[in-house]
């Protein structure tokens, strides 16, 4: 099942499942463009924040449509911060998560992956400087808008969900900021002013790089919640990693020697949790 299925991640989320062979119940409030007949796949429209849409949903009570299901990717949220009040926001967000979660529970369902962020470590770093580079998972999380503030509390959520519940397995993905293939045009004009991307440290996903991640989080084995971020190998400029640190952070500890455009996002935890690897580049289109 995987939720958010229109979304800019989403759809291409759903293309990489059917492409990888996975059926799937696909739950969003309008259809994912290019879902054919033949396709292995049902699009359902649904209210998220409606517990007992939720349930029936994941229970596989829509008739014909759906059950049992192996795993639930749940991407689905107001996608950024500023783009709705922030008690909208807070109340959609939180409210649709904890309905899938506990749904997913309810059903049986051993298997979540969901949609964290980058912005958990404490994007945009306007009020305060990041604490080291690259990032990675190892530090407090520091959300500076409410949109993050309610991906920390589903991290939070997903550790308690999994201690009553020893054998469920939850992985969220922390996405960098996902870019489509025509997004990469105006990537060459950040190069003018550094300080344009600073707020993510340069970094991006690819949404097909995206995907791959999410697959392989459904592969995981072993109880218990991890959270990993998900970037691109590299950063969206075309000046050296080292040199951007070196001028726009200059008093930020980087703790180890980085490769030419190595991404500032570290991609370690994921590489060795999940066996991912980003098989994409804005580079390899502009």
Known sequence: MLT???????????????DHDYSVLALDQTSPPGLTAADDAQFVRIDLTDHGQVTEAL??????RGGPFVG????????????????????????????????????GIRNVVWA??????????????????????EYRVRP??????????????????????PELTMTGLRFSNVMHVE??????SFDADPTLRKWNLWGYIDARDGAQAVRLALQRKGPGVEVCIVA?????????????????????EVRRELGE??????????????????????????
């Open 4 to 18: 958010g299925a229109a979304g800019k991640l989403g759809r291409i989320v759903l293309r990489d499942l059917l």
């Open 59 to 64: 229970a596989g009570r829509i008739e014909e």
């Open 72 to 107: 639930v990717v749940h991407l689905a949220a107001i996608p950024a911060p500023g783009l709705a009040p922030n008690s909208a926001t807070f109340r959609n967000n939180s409210s649709a998560t904890w309905n899938v979660f506990d749904a997913a529970r309810a059903a």
């Open 116 to 137: 964290s962020s980058e912005t958990v470590l404490g994007l945009p770093f306007e009020a305060a400087p990041p604490p080291y580079a690259p990032l990675d998972e």
């Open 144 to 165: 500076e808008s409410t949109y993050s503030l309610v991906k920390s509390l589903e991290e939070e959520m997903a550790h308690h969900f999994c201690r009553w519940e």
């Open 183 to 188: 997004d990469y045009a105006q990537f060459p």
């Open 232 to 252: 691109n190998a590299d950063t969206v400029m075309s000046r050296s990693s080292a040199s951007l640190m070196a001028e726009v952070y200059p008093g930020v």
């Open 261 to 286: 455009h190595e991404t500032l996002l570290s991609i370690d935890k994921a590489r060795r949790l999940l066996g991912y690897e980003p098989q994409h580049s804005w580079r390899d289109h502009v």
